[in-house]
């Protein structure tokens, strides 16, 4: 009878460890070495059941810390990823105002009212290239700025970097 | 990092020869904790390095046996906590270190 009680102790451990992962197969193996130094056959199956426990408890630990790793890693791309998309969204609308700006005032100008000689003038170019962005990426970002934060900052990185790439333009070619 | 009684008690094992390895069975008969008790203790420990762990080398033929000891963190862990609280019985009865 304790013959087998041991045996079952040894079964039941060996079994616990070829079905461990890897992590814990070293702490099954030591338990069970410590086991046959345990006198009694009633107490190694007891020492049995404690590794058993242990060793659960041990890989549930180590299953939950890696799930609790795997999403915050999945939670970091995913913020990096909507920063990213939230910022090239907003550089493209600034980059599509921009231009339709440009093309508008000078062109649609000549073109409907030729006489006016919009073109020409100086400060046509000022509006067309920094008044009327500016203030369209001012009015959006403050649209936005509620629900789509990422986009209205993106955007109005892009005004700050406009009007400073106007002003050194400017003091520069005068 | 609050500790339970059960590990202060091992942490009070391992601090009264802090040079010597021990056996996870004798560890269990001078701390009085069952497998399944201090078995998760000592996995904590060494997961936070505060345990190392090494198998014992003998005869060949034999299979070894693991032993334990303090890390020097683990020396200064422990020096701090138990010598804190010697008797650790202020201390709540929690399952095992938590942080």
Redesign the interface.
């Known amino acids: 009878m304790t013959k087998g009680l041991r045996k079952l102790a040894v079964a039941l451990l060996g079994a616990v460890i070829r079905h461990t992962p890897a992590g814990g197969r070293?702490?099954g193996?030591?338990?069970l070495?410590?086991m046959?130094?345990?006198p009694t056959d009633w107490a190694a199956l007891?020492?049995?059941?404690?590794?058993?426990?242990?060793?659960f408890?041990?890989s549930l630990e180590r299953a939950w810390r890696d799930e609790r790793s795997n999403h915050s890693t999945d939670g970091l791309l995913k913020a990096v990823g909507k920063l990213l998309g939230g910022l090239t969204l907003a550089v493209a609308f600034c980059v599509g105002v921009l231009a339709a700006c440009i093309l508008s005032i000078t062109r649609l100008s000549t073109f409907l009212v030729p006489e006016w000689h919009l073109a020409q003038m100086p400060w046509v170019g000022c509006v067309s290239v920094l008044g009327m962005p500016e203030t369209i990426f001012f009015i959006v970002a403050a649209l936005l700025w509620r629900k789509r934060k990422i986009v209205s900052a993106g955007i109005l990185a892009c005004a700050v970097t406009l009007a400073t790439h106007f002003f050194l333009y400017v003091s520069a070619h005068g | 990092m609050r500790i339970s009684r059960q590990t202060h008690r091992v942490l009070e094992i391992f601090l009264h020869a802090p040079n010597t390895w021990r056996?996870?069975?004798d560890v269990?008969q001078e701390t009085g904790l069952?497998?399944?008790?201090?078995?998760?203790i000592?996995?904590r420990l060494a997961d936070r390095k505060l345990l190392e762990?090494t198998w014992e080398s003998c005869a060949p033929g034999t299979?070894?046996?693991?032993l334990y000891r303090l890390t020097p963190a683990g020396l200064s862990f422990a020096r701090e906590h138990v010598l804190a609280s010697p008797t650790g019985s202020s201390r709540p009865a929690l399952s095992g270190a938590k942080s």
């Open positions: 070293g702490w193996r030591a338990m070495r410590e046959e130094c345990i007891r020492w049995a059941f404690g590794g058993t426990s242990a060793i408890r041990h | 056996y996870g069975y269990s069952k497998s399944g008790t201090l078995y998760p000592l996995m762990a299979p070894p046996r693991h």
